[in-house]
């Protein structure tokens, strides 16, 4: 089998001799390999020219109970350009991979885990809540002392990160 449809090129013979023999219908079927697919980072723009890949990896519970990333593909589409890397590359290539994919991982947990879903979605509550409640409700009550700093923080978040634009395409992405 082939994970094609998710535009990863990877295939049992490639994934096998690292996940423990089993073939990825096993792996999967047994709740032992996810997959980790950040297309939401295709075609993203980012400042200076910077490269920012999206890529797709799968991740492999070996038998010693540990998540470890066992194929890395950097981009979506796959082509001879873009290969699917595995631990069986040499050693610094797999590390670089780890390192790419990392990179990706980190822009989208701090862009839409962080900042989108707790900083900005806080704030929509913080705002709403204002508005709509009055300062005597028991909701509004519980509620205030967790909106204290909630829009300085956020504004600073914001100027940080100077990306509002991306922060919006990456939080509207389907
Ligand atoms: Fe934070």
Redesign the pocket.
């Known amino acids: 089998m082939a994970l094609r449809c998710l535009c990863l090129a990877v295939t049992d013979e490639m994934l096998q001799p690292i996940i423990e023999g089993l073939n990825i219908q096993e792996a999967i079927r047994s709740k032992r390999l996810f997959i980790v697919d950040y297309s939401v980072l295709k075609d993203i723009k980012t400042t200076d020219n910077r490269i920012v890949c999206a890529p797709i990896a799968l991740l492999f519970v070996n038998k010693a109970k540990t998540l470890m990333p066992v194929a890395i593909q950097l981009y979506q589409d796959p082509s001879e350009e873009n290969p699917v890397f595995l631990p069986t590359d040499p050693e610094y290539t797999w590390m670089l991979a780890k390192m790419w994919f990392n990179n990706a991982d980190g822009a989208v947990h701090e862009s839409v885990a962080?900042l989108g879903f707790?900083?900005l979605i806080c704030e929509t509550m913080a705002v709403a809540a204002n508005r709509c409640l009055s300062p005597s409700h028991p909701i509004f009550k519980i509620l205030a002392p967790h909106f204290l700093y909630v829009m300085a923080?956020n504004r600073f978040?914001i100027i940080l990160k100077n990306t509002t634009a991306e922060i919006s395409h990456i939080l509207c992405h389907k």
């Open positions: 962080h707790t900083h923080i978040a």
